[in-house]
């Protein structure tokens, strides 16, 4: 039987909904929460922010307007 190192890339697309002050901490929040599941073998991967969007206000920031 021979032995072979088989290289597998894979891709992983996940979108997170996270509450932030702006934009830049929403990133890194989400970056934070971004994870593989993992079997005890090291891996190695890339990770990179695809998209942004806010989708909606928090209840508070509706009653009271944005907050600065």
Do not use: C, W
């Not at 971004?34 to 508070?60: C, H, K, M, R, W």
């Amino acid at each position: 039987m021979n032995t072979y190192e088989v290289t597998i890339s894979a891709t992983i697309t996940k979108t997170y909904t996270v509450e932030a002050k702006n934009s830049d901490e929403a990133i890194e929040l989400a970056n934070e929460l971004f994870s593989v599941l993992e079997d005890g073998t090291p891996e190695n991967y890339e990770q990179e922010t695809l998209d942004i969007e806010e989708t909606s206000a928090t209840d508070d920031s509706r009653s009271n307007g944005p907050h600065q």
